[in-house]
């Protein structure tokens, strides 16, 4: 994740009142005032206090509760008919370039048949041979033209007319005669492509009603349920919240219906409760017990949610490597550390032909929109190792570059995704001794005889759409291997330390920082390297807290 995106601005709470503009839950403190109550001091006892005079005068009067149902439309539809066109666009685009190809898949093997057939010794000069090879292809419905010419350019034969207008409207391809011992020829053959255009264009007219009839069903249906199940008990909620203002003890009428698993039954029956409690004088004791349930409900809500985070924990850990994957051929040490449960930091080791590959991968974010990237690297390093084959670090950076942005439809294909990761990749030959690079955002840190050398990778991450920046490696990065280097491949994560001395304004470690405590631990196991390096980070920060997915593995090569 880059440092930017790290160090975003949190919303302050005034930005969070927004309601429906996604800034997050309103607290309870900012729901009170917008709603005209005035602050209470914890040692306040009398309940009456609560309510500010003249709070809820005209909560009630002169407020139209249907704008929640135009608000949730704005919000919604635009959103809904959007996608559903997206979807149906892309859909009818995939089925027409689908048709293309299998025309010119027939157009070529039609083309090629035919060339077989006339292809003979002395063909230029018999029509008779050629002739009735042209005039069979016009039986093809789709037959625009076909064109036959010697091994000079000269015309021989032809069947049908010219064609005319678009290139789109057709498809044409052509074919090699080639006869012993004599000039080879040339055999063009153009089809229609115009009836697949009109399917093509028939199908999207019938998704695009079929969408605009389920979104004004979508709407119909959303526009009835807010009004009756919203609407409605507001509407009630908030007259008697006016007559409460004025002394007149009113409950709301549920009906009999109260539902526990609605939230809006759920006020009501609370605001009755307040109102009994107001009654008889036992407010602080009613308020303590709503305080109670409304705890219990955060901390059930809260361990569902660790228990489904710790589950994905478990998840993103089995699809992490062992880290004796790559055998004694490698001394081999890793510090994986998540900033959350689960975290956007990724790491490969696998042994396959006898090479040794090594990869570190940093996705966008951190927690579980990160942990979501780190699988479909996994499942593309999968393919692209095994497999496609790939053992060139340059090769496996660019396709899974193009596998990743296709996973998240960033080749121009519909959504707009601007997610990537930054990417190192080592494979080591122990049979030739050559250690290859290649990096996209990530460079390679060499230790050996007190001095620190890095390999630089491009700076380009993998993934985004396409925006004209620099491209990625085109050839792997030879790396010199001398008995006692140490190599390091790690994430921002490591380098993007805040912290410093007491008093003084906190700064980034950065990679020189990093690089001088890993040199002053040389001569140390790796473990013990890295054990010292989590150390010396932790001190370093002080108070101020984490800020990424740290990730470092160090190898040693015999």
């Given at each position: 994740?880059?440092?930017?995106?790290?160090?975003?601005?949190i919303p302050s709470p005034a930005a969070r009142r927004g309601g429906l503009r996604g800034a997050g839950p309103m607290r309870r403190e900012d729901l009170l005032d917008?709603?005209?109550?005035?602050?209470?001091?914890?040692?306040?006892?009398?309940?009456?206090?609560?309510?500010?005079?003249?709070?809820?005068?005209?909560?009630?009067?002169?407020?139209?509760?249907?704008?929640?149902?135009?608000?949730?439309?704005?919000?919604?539809?635009?959103?809904?008919?959007?996608?559903?066109?997206?979807?149906?666009?892309?859909?009818?685009?995939?089925?027409?370039?689908?048709?293309?190809?299998?025309?010119?898949?027939?157009?070529?093997?039609?083309?090629?048949?035919?060339?077989?057939?006339?292809?003979?010794?002395?063909?230029?000069?018999?029509?008779?041979?050629?002739?009735?090879?042209?005039?069979?292809?016009?039986?093809?419905?789709?037959?625009?033209?076909?064109?036959?010419?010697?091994?000079?350019?000269?015309?021989?034969?032809?069947?049908?007319?010219?064609?005319?207008?678009?290139?789109?409207?057709?498809?044409?391809?052509?074919?090699?005669?080639?006869?012993?011992?004599?000039?080879?020829?040339?055999?063009?053959?153009?089809?229609?492509?115009?009836?697949?255009?009109?399917?093509?264009?028939?199908?999207?007219?019938?998704?695009?009603?079929?969408?605009?009839?389920?979104?004004?069903?979508?709407?119909?249906?959303?526009?009835?349920?807010?009004?009756?199940?919203?609407?409605?008990?507001?509407?009630?909620?908030?007259?008697?919240?006016?007559?409460?203002?004025?002394?007149?003890?009113?409950?709301?009428?549920?009906?009999?219906?109260?539902?526990?698993?609605?939230?809006?039954?759920?006020?009501?029956?609370?605001?009755?409760?307040?109102?009994?409690?107001?009654?008889?004088?036992?407010?602080?004791?009613?308020?303590?017990?709503?305080?109670?349930?409304?705890?219990?409900?955060?901390?059930?809500?809260?361990?569902?949610?660790?228990?489904?985070?710790?589950?994905?924990?478990?998840?993103?850990?089995?699809?992490?490597?062992?880290?004796?994957?790559?055998?004694?051929?490698?001394?081999?040490?890793?510090?994986?550390?998540?900033?959350?449960?689960?975290?956007?930091?990724?790491?490969?080791?696998?042994?396959?032909?006898?090479?040794?590959?090594?990869?570190?991968?940093?996705?966008?974010?951190?927690?579980?929109?990160?942990?979501?990237?780190?699988?479909?690297?996994?499942?593309?390093?999968?393919?692209?190792?095994?497999?496609?084959?790939?053992?060139?670090?340059?090769?496996?950076?660019?396709?899974?570059?193009?596998?990743?942005?296709?996973?998240?439809?960033?080749?121009?294909?519909?959504?707009?995704?601007?997610?990537?990761?930054?990417?190192?990749?080592?494979?080591?030959?122990?049979?030739?001794?050559?250690?290859?690079?290649?990096?996209?955002?990530?460079?390679?840190?060499?230790?050996?005889?007190?001095?620190?050398?890095?390999?630089?990778?491009?700076?380009?991450?993998?993934?985004?759409?396409?925006?004209?920046?620099?491209?990625?490696?085109?050839?792997?990065?030879?790396?010199?291997?001398?008995?006692?280097?140490?190599?390091?491949?790690?994430?921002d994560g490591v380098t993007d330390q805040m912290g410093g001395a007491p008093g003084e304004r906190p700064r980034l470690m950065g990679q020189r920082g990093v690089a001088?405590?890993?040199?002053?631990?040389?001569?140390?196991?790796?473990?013990?390297?890295?054990?010292?390096?989590?150390?010396?980070?932790?001190?370093?920060?002080?108070?101020?807290?984490?800020?990424?997915?740290?990730?470092?593995?160090?190898?040693?090569?015999?």
């Amino acid at each position: 994740m880059s440092s930017a995106e790290s160090s975003a601005e949190i919303p302050s709470p005034a930005a969070r009142r927004g309601g429906l503009r996604g800034a997050g839950p309103m607290r309870r403190e900012d729901l009170l005032d917008n709603l005209g109550f005035a602050d209470v001091p914890a040692d306040v006892a009398d309940a009456t206090a609560i309510m500010a005079p003249g709070a809820l005068r005209g909560a009630a009067r002169g407020h139209d509760l249907d704008s929640l149902t135009r608000t949730l439309f704005l919000r919604i539809y635009p959103v809904i008919a959007a996608v559903v066109l997206l979807t149906q666009a892309g859909i009818a685009w995939v089925n027409y370039t689908d048709q293309i190809r299998l025309y010119t898949d027939r157009a070529n093997i039609l083309a090629s048949l035919t060339a077989s057939a006339i292809a003979r010794p002395g063909w230029e000069r018999a029509p008779e041979i050629f002739g009735p090879q042209l005039q069979a292809l016009a039986r093809d419905p789709a037959f625009r033209y076909a064109a036959l010419r010697d091994g000079a350019g000269t015309l021989l034969g032809s069947a049908g007319e010219r064609p005319q207008g678009r290139d789109w409207n057709r498809v044409q391809v052509s074919a090699t005669l080639d006869a012993a011992g004599d000039r080879s020829g040339n055999l063009t053959l153009v089809l229609s492509a115009e009836a697949l255009r009109d399917n093509a264009e028939r199908q999207a007219l019938l998704a695009l009603g079929t969408s605009l009839v389920l979104m004004l069903a979508f709407v119909a249906t959303l526009n009835r349920t807010v009004r009756r199940h919203v609407v409605a008990p507001l509407k009630r909620l908030l007259v008697a919240m006016r007559k409460v203002e004025h002394k007149r003890w009113t409950t709301v009428d549920l009906g009999g219906a109260y539902r526990p698993s609605n939230e809006i039954d759920a006020i009501s029956q609370a605001f009755n409760s307040m109102v009994e409690g107001l009654q008889s004088g036992d407010e602080a004791k009613r308020l303590l017990q709503a305080l109670e349930q409304a705890h219990a409900q955060l901390e059930t809500a809260n361990r569902q949610v660790i228990e489904s985070i710790g589950y994905a924990r478990r998840i993103q850990a089995s699809v992490l490597p062992e880290r004796t994957a790559l055998g004694g051929s490698v001394a081999l040490a890793v510090l994986y550390q998540p900033l959350h449960l689960v975290g956007g930091d990724y790491y490969w080791l696998e042994e396959i032909d006898g090479l040794s590959v090594i990869v570190v991968a940093d996705c966008t974010g951190h927690g579980v929109p990160g942990a979501f990237l780190t699988l479909i690297v996994a499942t593309a390093l999968d393919r692209l190792l095994h497999e496609r084959g790939l053992r060139s670090p340059a090769a496996i950076l660019a396709g899974l570059d193009a596998m990743v942005r296709a996973q998240l439809r960033q080749d121009g294909r519909g959504a707009e995704s601007d997610d990537g990761l930054d990417c190192g990749i080592c494979v080591w030959d122990p049979a030739g001794r050559s250690l290859l690079f290649a990096g996209a955002g990530l460079s390679l840190t060499a230790i050996r005889d007190g001095a620190v050398a890095q390999v630089r990778g491009g700076r380009r991450g993998l993934g985004y759409p396409r925006t004209g920046r620099e491209a990625l490696p085109e050839a792997d990065t030879p790396v010199a291997v001398e008995p006692g280097t140490t190599f390091y491949l790690m994430t921002d994560g490591v380098t993007d330390q805040m912290g410093g001395a007491p008093g003084e304004r906190p700064r980034l470690m950065g990679q020189r920082g990093v690089a001088e405590r890993l040199l002053a631990r040389a001569d140390d196991d790796l473990d013990a390297q890295l054990a010292g390096l989590e150390q010396d980070l932790a001190a370093y920060r002080g108070s101020q807290p984490r800020r990424d997915d740290m990730t470092l593995v160090a190898f040693r090569l015999p």
